[in-house]
Nanobody, 124 residues
């Protein structure tokens, strides 16, 4: 599968951005999807996850209440709405697909397919 992220950019603190992740193929509706980010010099960290139907979501502690994950199975796409962005949200954001969900959204090893990512830069 191919995953292509878009929507990153340079914004000021307090602004919002919406990231998109388009997935090729016909199996998207069966995948659990996740968003991760990696800041320079830091490890990749979990941001948000969503189950196949969109009825269940999970968020990293740093983004709860500010970021919202969603999906549109008719468009083979997942989204990350990011509000009240802060400089510490700066990083490269990746979407990923989990084809055999075993109970943890936040485990990198769960995810089989990854996109190339999109960069988000938040200035103070």
């Amino acid at each position: 599968e191919q995953l292509v992220e878009s929507g990153g950019g340079l914004v000021q603190a307090g602004a919002s951005l919406r990231l998109s992740c388009e997935v090729s193929g016909s199996m998207f509706k069966n995948y659990y999807m996740g968003w991760f980010r990696q800041a320079p010099g830091k490890e990749r960290e979990f941001v948000a996850g969503i189950n196949w139907s969109g009825a269940d979501t999970s968020y990293g502690d740093d983004v709860k209440g500010r970021f919202f994950i969603s999906r549109d199975n008719t468009r083979n796409s997942a989204y990350l709405q990011m509000n009240s962005l802060q400089p510490e949200d700066t990083g490269h954001y990746y979407c990923a697909a989990d084809t055999h969900y075993t109970g943890r959204y936040d485990v990198i090893a769960e995810y089989v397919f990854w996109g190339q990512g999109t960069t988000v830069t938040v200035s103070s």
